[in-house]
């Protein structure tokens, strides 16, 4: 990179409740396992790895006035993330109950909080003029009055010449009034790179239809697919890139942490570069990188005072 780039993440900062049964649950009763607090959150994830990868990173969000709240936005400073955090009164800070089966699946229950309480008024147009790029996960633009927030994003980022990158993050909250409305939402964002996940892509397109009307939602679109790689699609192209199978026993936050590998090689390029396929395929090799080395990291658990 000839400069780190800068971009702006918004959305979800939350405390992660992660249960991991060493062997199937027995109903009415309990197994062994582990249970951690780590920080969670799709956007501040995201945000956490472009600091990590080496990108001047700000995460725009809301907590609560709680301890939980504090010891987040510390962690986040300490990898290097610039944190704007709006802090309603009377509001706890966002939980999701993240329970992973012995294969690594995941399953998830969502206690928002404080995270769908940020507001249009908090956010201030001088925050985008010298951005190489803004991201956000679709939940930014779902809730209320979070959802006008991430809006009203979009359209500071527009005016400054600022590009978009969405990320469709879950198929529930997503598809929860339909498919229709959920095309409308990422048509209207009109993001210039789309992520997705096999699933939530032909979740969002309907069952058996063809991966490239992604590319109705906006210029570029890149399909993670886990161990079988990932698929780029652009100006009507179609390739994949391969990615090397690792055994992992959990796998939070990989997704984020690829977005964030692709963004920093997308964002430091020219303008004109960035629907380039060749550009395309480097972001998305750095994206298994990332993911690659969350999936290897170490769990730092959270440390609440």
Known sequence: ???????????????DVVVAPA???VRGTDVPGRVQLRQGGS????ARWLARLGARSTLVTAV????EGRALIGALRRDGVRVRASRPPGVPTGRIGVLVDPDGERSFVADRGAADRLRPAALRASWFGALDGIHMPAYSLLGHPLGLAGRRAIA?????GVPLSLDLSSVGPLMARGRRQASELIRGAAPDL??????E??????????????LSFGPAAIVKRGPAGALVLVERRRFEVAAGRIEA?????????FDAGALVVWASAPASDRRRPALLRRAALAGHRAARRQLRAVRDQLVIR
């Open 1 to 15: 990179m000839a400069r780190p780039p800068r971009l702006l993440v918004l959305g979800d900062l939350m405390l």
């Open 23 to 25: 062997r199937a649950l």
């Open 249 to 257: 026993s959990d796998t939070t936050g990989a997704g984020d942490a």
């Open 201 to 214: 892509a032909q979740a969002l397109l309907g069952r058996g239809r063809p991966l490239e009307e992604l």
């Open 194 to 199: 789309l992520f997705a996940t096999a699933a």
């Open 156 to 160: 500071l980022a527009r005016a400054a």
């Open 43 to 46: 956007a501040a994830s995201t």
């Open 64 to 67: 609560g006035r709680d301890r």
